[in-house]
């Protein structure tokens, strides 16, 4: 089939390769001229595993090219929207790029000979939003479907083609219903032929999903930091009682691992851009919780500093601190709303020195004149004379770090694991004095 894809961030670029992946012929439209020639070069802009592959092989094969012309869609069966929807000074979801993204496209729609013509949104975006824009694509002849992602960061490749359901939000109307189906049924056939559950709904439907499997997440976290908290103050290990919770099937073990909280460009937006629409909506007392999920997460990086100043007998001035970790998440360059960043910046403000290193995350950093800590190469240049060392993202590289080879760098011993995932017995063994999330 002949698809285009609007909007070529991390969604979109992603998208892209694996619709080509899939041997669909495929067009990425961006507005960003040296985005679209890096990706048809072939060179990815951030960092995820698998998809500099599948997009240097698809380009190769001819299937994928990337464009800033929007005169390129005309013709194309389904069209993607994958632009992004920030947060706005409100807390609300900024629908802009959505609007601009739709009005570029609507003089090139109803162009399609192969059978129904498909916009496919996959933003992230308030309830309501496909119900208001589907009167302005139906007057093109095409079809609207509300058709949601569920990328994790570090997994988009896999998710994209190995899915764990496939959500579509479809037009009330029955025929235009069946008909949307019918071409999203073909796009992913291969995908559907996997046994991939498929789920047909209405708009508002399919808008929740996502941001509401986001809020879903985001609580879990936040409860198991707050059940740190109360495991350090009354001594109990929060790793040990989230995996006896977890054993309870209607909780499970996913997303109970204490540290120092969540971050990226989906989640913290995510559930704050949901308060607002639920008040827009005159129900916003029904998500007040995620207010106090939002605080958690901010006050569990404290909680690391406070550990953090104990360590080095109260006060953290003139302390060189090498803080392991700026991506907010391993096998990601994505450092928006970073708790090791945050951290990063309290330690400054308290008057530590600190250097920052991450494996994909660091060339970024060091693109910054202004930032106020050190971005280190790699984790030897980090961990050389450091007072204390701050785990803020579970690299591999970082948790396989050998205690017994890092003690020979440092200045000090002293180890926060921000993220509960190093061996403590290893690194008291090698010397250190060891801290972490919850844990005595």
Not at 30 to 55: M, Y
Not at 187 to 212: H, N
Not at 231 to 239: F, I, L, P, Q
């Amino acid at each position: 089939m002949n698809i285009t894809v609007i909007g070529c961030g991390y969604l979109g670029a992603v998208h892209a390769s694996a619709m080509a992946e899939l041997g669909h012929r495929v067009v990425g439209v961006d507005v960003d001229p040296d985005k679209v020639a890096a990706l048809s070069e072939g060179r990815p802009p951030f960092h995820e595993p698998g998809f500099t592959e599948i997009l240097q092989r698809n380009i190769g094969s001819g299937r994928l090219t990337f464009t800033t012309d929007f005169a390129t869609i005309g013709g194309a069966q389904v069209h993607f929207i994958t632009v992004g929807t920030p947060q706005g000074p409100s807390g609300a979801a900024d629908l802009t790029y959505v609007h601009a993204a739709i009005e570029a496209m609507l003089p090139h729609l109803g162009r399609c000979t192969d059978g129904a013509e498909v916009v496919a949104g996959k933003s992230t975006v308030p309830v309501g939003t496909a119900a208001r824009l589907e009167p302005v694509i139906a007057s093109t002849g095409a079809l609207l479907v509300w058709n949601p992602e569920f990328l994790r960061e570090g997994f988009a490749v896999e998710d994209t083609l190995h899915p764990d359901r496939m959500v579509y939000g479809l037009p009330g109307e029955p025929d235009g219903a069946e008909r949307a189906r019918a071409v999203l049924d073909e796009l992913y056939a291969p995908i559907l032929a996997e046994g991939i559950p498929r789920l047909l709904m209405d708009y508002p439907t399919a808008e929740l999903v996502k941001i509401s499997a986001n809020a879903f997440l985001a609580t879990k976290i936040s409860f198991i930091n707050a059940m740190a908290s109360i495991c350090d103050a009354a001594g109990g290990d929060v790793t040990s009682l989230a995996r006896a919770i977890g054993m309870d099937t209607r909780i499970g073990h996913r997303f109970l691992r204490a540290g120092i909280g969540f971050g990226g460009g989906c989640l913290p937006k995510d559930i704050r851009a949901f308060q607002a629409r639920a008040e827009e909506l005159g129900v916003g007392e029904a998500l007040e919780f995620l207010a106090e999920v939002d605080q958690i997460n901010e006050e569990t990086r404290h909680h690391a500093l406070v550990k953090a100043r104990s360590m080095l007998g109260g006060s953290l001035n003139r302390a060189r601190v090498a803080v392991l970790g700026a991506a907010f998440k391993p096998d990601s360059d994505d450092i928006r709303c970073s708790p090791g960043l945050a951290i990063a910046s309290e330690l400054v403000d308290e008057g530590a020195q600190v250097v920052v290193t991450d494996p994909a995350a660091a060339p970024i950093l060091a693109r910054d004149v202004d930032l106020p800590y050190d971005v280190a190469d790699d984790l030897e240049d980090a961990l050389t004379a450091a007072d204390l060392i701050v785990l803020a993202t579970e690299w591999t590289q970082y948790t396989h770090c050998d205690p017994v080879w890092a003690a020979t760098l440092v200045n000090g011993r002293n180890i926060v694991d921000g993220r509960n995932a190093l061996n403590p017995k290893a690194w008291r063994e090698a010397g250190f004095t060891y801290a972490a999330i919850g844990r005595q």
